[in-house]
């Protein structure tokens, strides 16, 4: 169920054309690091704004090589172009 809702939300940043990451790190109640994906698009027909959870990657490092490699793998996943990346954050609270 969770790989259909975040394919749907996939196929509409797709539409949208450009988008923004934002990431941020959080630790389980077994404290184990895990890396939050989400993604901001605006919908090109209504101009709404949407910030969706896409999903957690559990972290074996915070490092920026790290996070990029989160990045680049969720990217490749759900087929998002990075070239239509505009911004990223790694500081947003989800």
Do not use: W
Not at 26 to 36: F, G, H, L, R
Not at 41 to 55: A, C, D, G, N, Q
Request: glycine residues 2%; contains cysteine; charged residues 25%.
């Amino acid at each position: 169920m969770g790989d259909l809702v975040s394919e749907k939300i996939c196929t509409e940043v797709r539409q949208a054309g450009a988008f923004s990451i934002l990431v941020d790190e959080t630790k389980d109640i077994a404290k184990i690091e895990q890396v939050a994906l989400v993604i901001r698009y605006v919908i090109p027909t209504t101009s709404e704004i949407h910030k969706r959870f896409l999903m957690y990657v559990k972290a074996s490092s915070l490092n920026a090589k790290s996070m990029t490699e989160y990045i680049t793998s969720t990217s490749e996943k759900y087929h998002l172009d990075v070239q239509k990346v505009v911004s990223q954050d790694m500081t947003a609270p989800v």
